[in-house]
T-cell receptor, first 117, second 111 residues
């Protein structure tokens, strides 16, 4: 059974940095991309980026280039997402997701990031 | 506002069929058969129901089907049931920016 376990909720100040992690078990970690997606309260899904764990190649949404860094650690089957210069509007639930098909079909439970002044 | 356009809401009666559209451009939806669809119930994690425009993951009901014509992808729900009431998001690769994007989402109401 594939399991995606995320790190816990975070509370941060504007201008600070958050780092979230996600552990995947039950499948070959490097077989498929690892995506990061967020969802602000009562809003839709927003794609942040992905990492290919085979070679570390990353893709980012234009909006997050320069502010988000995603990487994968194949020695621990974990992916990390770091976001700098946090703003109030970054308050959201952050999901990591992977799959056994070309797009994510195994999602973590989400981790709430609250940015509060 | 997303680069992928979805209707804000669609409704239907139990047993009916409804279709949700997702319109992009020739550089994303129109160039790749890579549109996926996710169902999300309130407070729940998104669930993949269609990928690569027409494929259903294992375990997904046959009442869900996908199609694509040009720059518009569509999700059809047949035999609408109360449990289908949820938000539905399309998701596509964008060749122009080498990235992925979600549509703004469609709220489905079962009357």
């Amino acid at each position: 059974e594939v399991q995606v376990v995320q790190s816990g909720a975070e509370v941060k100040r504007p201008g600070s940095t958050v780092k979230m992690s996600c552990n995947v078990s039950g499948k070959t970690f490097s077989d498929h991309y690892l995506h990061w997606v967020r969802q602000a309260p009562a809003k839709g899904l927003e794609w942040l980026g992905l990492v290919d764990p085979k070679d570390g190649e990353v893709l980012y949404a234009e909006k997050f280039k320069g502010r988000v860094t995603i990487r994968a650690d194949t020695s621990t089957d974990r992916t990390f997402m770091e976001m700098i210069s946090l703003r109030l509007e970054d308050t959201a639930v952050y999901f990591c997701a992977t799959g056994d098909v070309p797009v994510p079909n195994f999602w973590g439970p989400g981790a709430l990031l609250t940015v509060i002044s | 506002q997303s680069a992928l356009t979805q209707p804000a809401s669609v409704s239907g009666s139990p047993g009916q069929s409804i279709t949700i559209s997702c319109t992009g451009t020739n550089s994303d939806v129109g160039s790749y058969n890579l549109v996926s669809w996710y169902q999300q119930h309130p407070g729940k994690v998104p669930k993949l129901i269609i990928y690569e425009a027409t494929k259903r993951p294992s375990g997904v009901s046959h009442r869900f089907s996908g199609s694509q014509s040009g720059r518009t992808a569509s999700l059809t729900i047949s035999g609408l049931q109360a449990e289908d009431e949820a938000d539905y998001f399309c998701f596509s690769y964008m060749g122009s920016t080498s990235s992925f994007v979600f549509g703004d989402g469609t709220s489905v109401t079962v009357l």
